[in-house]
């Protein structure tokens, strides 16, 4: 995906980027269609696959002063093992270019715009799904990495510490991490990770963002129906709690009785993960993590006109 916020983020700290991204594939490449990496004048970050493909345009880049479309065949021009070809896109960035593209879809190429690339754009609009990466028509178009997410997670026992081992490394996403004492969470705490002790959770998730997405798996049944019922008050983009099928329908009876209507307690999702992988707490975590990601495949509400 096209990482607009790093791209941002890297102009703001280098000035100009240049943004090297592979277009299209031929055969056998290191890496695949939409993969890329910045490069500035003293550094570059990102990775398209490495060797002298990557070595060369890193170099190239650095003396490039207008956008560049290349053709590489990899064994006959760089001596590389990967038998096929690239094509390779260069394109020279300040602030205000990278500030300036849109926030779902990016699509550039020759005008006009062709009939093709409309009725794609139109398409994904329509059903809400992300195109891939490619090259179609002379047009080059990328999805828009989504800004980063809020997850919150409630509770610091072996699901939770399970949860912020295996959802740190998922991009695209920021963790708070939420318990009712400072000595419930472990000795090391991974690095971008925001730790919370609260005494009263549901009282502290009226401070959470609206957007964030929860999962809660606090130590007593108690604690979990207060955060439940009050991010049902507060509002929330997703909301998982851990628990068996008893413990739901009982906590969906309280939570009416609460106030709360049906179709609003049916947002929350019990129980988290995917149950076929089983009750291990990492299983559980990378069923979160999988589902997590799925969302991320599909249009943002706002989608840019670009014709």
Same mark, same amino acid.
């Given at each position: 995906?096209?990482?607009?916020?790093?791209?941002?983020?890297?102009?703001?700290?280098?000035?100009?980027?240049?943004?090297?991204?592979?277009?299209?594939?031929?055969?056998?490449?290191?890496?695949?269609?939409?993969?890329?990496?910045?490069?500035?004048?003293?550094?570059?970050?990102?990775?398209?696959?490495?060797?002298?493909?990557?070595?060369?345009?890193?170099?190239?880049?650095?003396e490039?002063?207008?956008?560049?479309?290349?053709?590489?065949?990899l064994?006959?021009?760089l001596?590389?093992c990967?038998?096929?070809?690239?094509?390779?896109?260069?394109?020279?960035?300040?602030?205000?270019?990278a500030?300036?593209?849109?926030?779902?879809?990016v699509?550039?190429?020759?005008d006009?715009?062709?009939?093709?690339?409309?009725?794609?754009?139109?398409?994904?609009?329509?059903?809400?799904?992300?195109?891939?990466?490619?090259?179609?028509?002379?047009?080059?178009?990328?999805?828009?990495?989504?800004?980063?997410?809020?997850?919150?997670?409630? %509770? =610091?026992?072996?699901?939770? @510490?399970?949860?912020? !081992?295996?959802?740190?490394? +998922? /991009?695209?996403?920021? #963790?708070?991490?939420?318990?009712? %004492? =400072?000595?419930?969470?472990? @000795?090391?705490?991974? !690095?971008?990770?925001?730790? +919370? /002790?609260?005494?009263? #959770?549901?009282?502290?998730?009226?401070? =959470?963002?609206?957007?964030?997405?929860?999962?809660?798996?606090?130590?007593?049944?108690?604690?979990?129906?207060? #955060?439940?019922?009050?991010l049902?008050?507060?509002?929330?983009?997703?909301?998982?709690?851990?628990?068996?099928?008893?413990?739901?329908?009982?906590?969906?009876?309280r939570?009416?009785?609460?106030?709360?209507?049906?179709?609003?307690?049916?947002?929350?999702?019990?129980?988290?993960?995917?149950?076929?992988?089983?009750?291990?707490?990492?299983?559980?975590?990378?069923?979160?993590?999988?589902?997590?990601?799925?969302?991320?495949?599909?249009?943002?509400?706002?989608?840019?006109?670009?014709?």
């Open positions: 995906m096209f990482d607009r916020a790093g791209l941002i983020a890297a102009c703001e700290a280098h000035g100009r980027i240049v943004r090297v991204v592979i277009a299209s594939v031929q055969g056998s490449a290191p890496r695949e269609a939409g993969a890329a990496m910045l490069v500035w004048d003293s550094g570059q970050s990102g990775t398209i696959g490495g060797g002298a493909l990557e070595f060369e345009l890193a170099a190239a880049a650095r490039l002063r207008q956008d560049r479309r290349s053709r590489h065949a064994g006959p021009d001596g590389q990967c038998g096929g070809a690239v094509e390779m896109l260069s394109e020279v960035y300040d602030l205000n270019r500030r300036a593209l849109p926030h779902d879809l699509a550039r190429g020759p006009p715009m062709p009939l093709s690339i409309k009725r794609l754009m139109k398409a994904a609009r329509n059903q809400g799904q992300l195109p891939p990466a490619q090259l179609k028509d002379g047009w080059m178009i990328e999805p828009v990495q989504p800004e980063d997410q809020d997850i919150w997670i409630w %509770g =610091a026992g072996h699901v939770g @510490r399970a949860l912020v !081992d295996v959802l740190r490394h +998922v /991009p695209g996403h920021r #963790l708070t991490w939420a318990d009712t %004492g =400072a000595e419930r969470f472990p @000795r090391n705490v991974p !690095d971008g990770v925001t730790t +919370v /002790p609260a005494i009263d #959770l549901p009282a502290l998730a009226a401070h =959470a963002p609206e957007a964030a997405h929860h999962l809660i798996l606090t130590y007593a049944h108690d604690i979990d129906l207060g #955060l439940c019922h009050a049902l008050t507060r509002g929330f983009t997703s909301c998982g709690l851990i628990g068996s099928a008893t413990k739901w329908a009982r906590f969906r009876k939570l009416a009785t609460l106030g709360h209507r049906v179709d609003e307690i049916d947002r929350i999702t019990c129980p988290i993960g995917d149950p076929s992988l089983g009750k291990d707490p990492h299983l559980i975590a990378i069923g979160v993590a999988y589902r997590l990601a799925q969302s991320t495949q599909t249009i943002p509400r706002r989608l840019e006109t670009l014709a």
